[in-house]
């Protein structure tokens, strides 16, 4: 790059090239020189300035881009760390409900209750046929009659709610009525019924868990 | 134009440019080597020293539903509470009012104690006993199989000395309801009886495993968490319908307790699919609660227990002779109460009587084992073999259930005399409940029997659905046979003398009983003990469910007149849980003497 310029690339005119190829004294004239590498210097200089501004800017979003980013995850982790412990005692009290209730879909159970309420199994079923009205099978009453005793011999057992208190019948589980004590009237002397399970106010009772 | 002075700048960027190269190789051979080559034992070391955890990711064991989808058998969580025995002292904690308190061992043990059932003192021992035998001791068992709302209340307690360990376990919400059945697991999970032993491959679920690491407030660092998932069981639904089941698990206790036998059982199968929708026994087993039954009642008697049947037996007779031997329900024998055959064979029946001329009907009506034993003369005992077999006899059930047993029927070359004419009213011989189930289906079924099967299907965790694979069905005897075997089924159950006891008002019904004698160890009978069985199908005229009742050594009523009232019931609930309408046609009634 020491080289000495050539007269092409310092953009001189034909005229001046062949003055250029003149003996040395003419060449040492200075003026014409700087006047025409001025301008290009001057257009280099500025792009260089703009490039500068924008790596250090470019250089400081990344950076700030970046702890951003890394402040939102861990926001986003302590976050999920929140909700999943919020998940977690949400499932826990998801199965103690769920342990509550453990039972009291079987049949044993609904059969039980079923006969507190007097109700029986009966015998030969009848259909009425709605298209002609005609009555399919015998069409006898049922008097009283079940055809197995649900609740006074109860068979089938089911440790889940063997001793739930039934719901049409407080004073008895699936496993038959409980002994009740005869002295519990006496309990009741200050206005209530021993045997009465509180009323609802707001909802079913929920169990505390944390 | 090679200068000194233009080479040297050259030289130094070659040199700079070669450092930096060098460099850069420097760190991307270490990169390999951190990342690629040891990095198996990086991240070992890591999980070592930084705060790692690691949870297991427990899979649900699939859960068992019945024929309409009500589950069976579920999956639950309980906990195992531990003590770390050397850390048991006085802790410090802020009460409300943010004073400090002190709660020494003695107040937390009877805390503890109160919310695991046990007293104060038990609590203390097992710590006790845990430095008795080890100063050092860093574990004890307290106590297994807590629920969740207990272990939650421990948990609340905030002891730092008190540690959990959950685990998955069954729930069984219908209790004893098909408890013979759907079997039980053991408290570490594995399988033991029943369905849940023999689908296991359906049921059973992998555990997964998630691995990461901690900040020091317990936060997990994100992107440090490797998660392999648990793979779920699959749901398996079965053919049995939960709300017959109940009934006539309740029906047969019942009946049981009646007619004070030691054991009963009722099964119900489809005709047209082989399906069982129940077998109801008792006693039998509450899985929830299995140590509350003897070993010997928490299995499947229906599936376990052989018996000699009787003369169920004889309505297979009958369709063998009428199929091969050229017989009609019409066709008659001269019988009297006591027979001696030619080959020196005798054959008695059950009550006294002058010789009748019986007709096949009659046979059945009146079960004569001496009229049976003239029909079977008819074919060859080869032929009454091959059909036995035909009809599913000492062969098993399709279903496989864990520890199922299967009748024994010799081969007719190995009967003796005596034993060509007793095989014709089942004696001799010794078949299962879903065996005869069997037989009776596909002898009223146009002659097609089924498979029996008590899988409905697998529901994988990936929602594919497998369907057991089930042998083809068997034509045992002609449509034509079978028709008339209905006929006659149905006349028993019109003219026997216990046709007052199982008639159901509007509906066509057939019947057959059966009082197999039972052995007495010493390769004797057992004098004045019998195994009772009722066995019928309805409607007679398109069957559709058959209904077998049995009782282990009734002693009340010591005949197959102990099963009547439980069939007769258990016939009309099946009627009616699946809504099959009253005939409308009349029977054919058949003559009992030609």
């Given amino acids: 790059m020491n080289a000495a310029p050539s007269?092409?690339?310092?953009?001189?005119?034909?005229?001046?090239?062949?003055?250029?190829?003149?003996?040395?004294?003419?060449?040492?004239?200075?003026?014409?020189?700087?006047?025409?590498?001025?301008?290009?210097?001057?257009?280099?200089?500025?792009?260089?300035?703009?490039?500068?501004?924008?790596?250090?800017?470019?250089?400081?979003?990344?950076?700030?881009?970046?702890?951003?980013?890394?402040?939102?995850?861990?926001?986003?982790?302590?976050?999920?760390?929140?909700?999943?412990?919020?998940?977690?005692?949400?499932?826990?009290?998801?199965?103690?409900?769920?342990?509550?209730?453990?039972?009291?879909?079987?049949?044993?159970?609904?059969?039980?209750?079923?006969?507190?309420?007097?109700?029986?199994?009966?015998?030969?079923?009848?259909?009425?046929?709605?298209?002609?009205?005609?009555?399919?099978?015998?069409?006898?009453v049922s008097f009283g009659r079940s055809s197995i005793d649900a609740l006074g011999r109860a068979a089938v057992p089911n440790a889940l709610v063997e001793d739930t208190p039934l719901v049409t019948d407080p004073d008895a589980t699936i496993e038959g009525p409980t002994v009740v004590e005869t002295d519990a009237g006496t309990d009741a002397g200050d206005g209530g019924v021993v045997n009465t399970p509180p009323a609802l106010t707001d909802g079913l009772p929920i169990p505390e868990t944390h | 134009m090679t200068t000194k002075a233009t080479r040297s700048p050259r030289r130094r960027t070659v040199v700079a440019l070669a450092v930096v190269l060098a460099v850069l190789a420097g760190f991307i051979v270490r990169l390999v080597d951190i990342q690629v080559v040891n990095a198996d034992d990086h991240i070992a070391d890591s999980m070592d020293r930084a705060l790692a955890g690691a949870r297991t990711l427990y899979g649900e064991r699939g859960s068992i539903v019945d024929a309409t989808g009500q589950p069976l058998a579920g999956s639950i969580m309980l906990y195992d509470a531990q003590l770390d025995p050397s850390n048991v002292r006085t802790i410090k904690r802020k009460d409300d009012d943010g004073n400090t308190v002190e709660i020494t061992w003695e107040q937390s043990s009877a805390q503890i104690a109160e919310i695991t059932g046990q007293t104060p003192e038990e609590v203390r021992k097992v710590v006790e006993d845990?430095?008795?035998?080890?100063?050092?001791?860093?574990?004890?068992?307290?106590?297994?199989?807590?629920?969740?709302?207990?272990?939650?209340?421990?948990?609340?307690?905030?002891?730092?000395?008190?540690?959990?360990?959950?685990?998955?376990?069954?729930?069984?919400?219908?209790?004893?309801?098909?408890?013979?059945?759907?079997?039980?697991?053991?408290?570490?999970?594995?399988?033991?009886?029943?369905?849940?032993?023999?689908?296991?491959?359906?049921?059973?679920?992998?555990?997964?495993?998630?691995?990461?690491?901690?900040?020091?407030?317990?936060?997990?660092?994100?992107?440090?968490?490797?998660?392999?998932?648990?793979?779920?069981?699959?749901?398996?639904?079965?053919?049995?319908?939960?709300?017959?089941?109940?009934?006539?698990?309740?029906?047969?206790?019942?009946?049981?307790?009646?007619?004070?036998?030691?054991?009963?059982?009722?099964?119900?199968?489809?005709?047209?699919?082989?399906?069982?929708?129940?077998?109801?026994?008792?006693?039998?087993?509450?899985?929830?609660?299995?140590?509350?039954?003897?070993?010997?009642?928490?299995?499947?008697?229906?599936f376990v227990n052989w018996f000699e049947p009787g003369s169920t037996f004889k309505a297979l007779t009958a369709a063998t002779v009428i199929d091969a031997g050229g017989q009609s329900p019409l066709s008659t024998v001269i019988a009297s109460s006591d027979e001696r055959f030619p080959n020196g064979a005798r054959v008695r029946d059950a009550f006294a009587h002058p010789p009748y001329e019986y007709t096949l009907t009659g046979v059945l009506i009146d079960s004569s084992n001496a009229g049976i034993s003239k029909f079977s003369e008819k074919v060859d005992p080869q032929t009454r073999y091959e059909y036995l077999k035909r009809f599913g006899i000492g062969e098993g059930s399709a279903v496989g259930f864990a520890g199922e047993q299967h009748g024994l029927l010799r081969p007719a070359s190995e009967w003796d005399r005596q034993t060509v004419y007793n095989t014709s009213y089942g004696q001799g011989v010794t078949t299962t409940l879903p065996e005869l189930v069997g037989a009776y289906a596909g002898l009223v079924n146009d002659g097609i029997r089924m498979p029996l099967s008590i899988v409905e299907a697998c529901t994988k965790a990936d929602g594919t659905v497998v369907e057991p694979e089930l042998p083809a069905p068997t034509q045992v005897v002609s449509e034509q046979t079978s028709a008339q075997m209905r006929t006659i089924l149905e006349n028993v159950a019109l003219q026997a003398n216990y046709a007052r006891q199982v008639e159901i008002p509007g509906y066509r019904i057939g019947v057959k009983t059966g009082t197999g004698e039972k052995s007495d160890g010493n390769g004797r009978y057992k004098a004045g003990s019998y195994f009772t069985t009722m066995i019928g199908f309805a409607p007679a005229d398109d069957p559709q469910f058959v209904v077998a009742v049995t009782l282990d050594e009734p002693t009340r009523i010591k005949s197959s007149g102990a099963n009547a009232p439980a069939f007769q019931k258990a016939m009309t609930q099946v009627l009616k849980t699946y809504r099959v309408m009253p005939a409308t046609e009349a029977a054919e009634v058949l003559p009992k003497f030609g």
């Fill in chain 2, 130 to 302: 845990a430095l008795a035998e080890n100063p050092n001791s860093q574990y004890a068992r307290l106590v297994k199989g807590l629920t969740t709302q207990q272990y939650r209340k421990l948990a609340d307690l905030g002891i730092p000395f008190l540690y959990f360990d959950p685990h998955p376990a069954r729930a069984y919400p219908d209790g004893a309801v098909a408890g013979n059945l759907v079997g039980f697991v053991g408290l570490d999970g594995d399988p033991l009886a029943g369905i849940e032993l023999s689908e296991d491959d359906c049921l059973s679920a992998k555990d997964g495993r998630v691995t990461y690491q901690r900040g020091a407030d317990g936060v997990v660092i994100p992107g440090t968490e490797r998660r392999e998932d648990a793979v779920d069981g699959g749901t398996l639904q079965l053919t049995i319908n939960r709300d017959l089941q109940w009934f006539l698990q309740q029906l047969i206790a019942e009946q049981v307790q009646d007619m004070g036998a030691q054991s009963g059982s009722i099964m119900v199968a489809e005709v047209e699919t082989g399906k069982i929708r129940a077998i109801a026994e008792y006693p039998t087993v509450d899985p929830n609660d299995v140590d509350a039954s003897p070993e010997a009642d928490r299995g499947s008697r229906a």
């Fill in chain 1, 7 to 140: 007269a092409d690339i310092l953009g001189m005119t034909p005229a001046a090239a062949a003055v250029a190829a003149a003996p040395l004294p003419e060449r040492q004239s200075p003026g014409r020189r700087l006047h025409v590498v001025d301008a290009p210097a001057r257009r280099r200089r500025r792009p260089k300035l703009v490039y500068g501004i924008v790596a250090v800017v470019g250089a400081l979003a990344i950076g700030a881009a970046q702890m951003v980013l890394s402040i939102l995850m861990t926001q986003g982790s302590y976050e999920l760390s929140k909700l999943n412990e919020e998940q977690r005692a949400l499932s826990y009290q998801k199965q103690i409900l769920q342990d509550d209730i453990a039972g009291l879909s079987s049949p044993q159970f609904l059969a039980a209750n079923a006969t507190a309420l007097g109700m029986v199994i009966d015998e030969a079923p009848s259909y009425l046929r709605l298209s002609d009205g005609a009555l399919l099978g015998p069409g006898q």
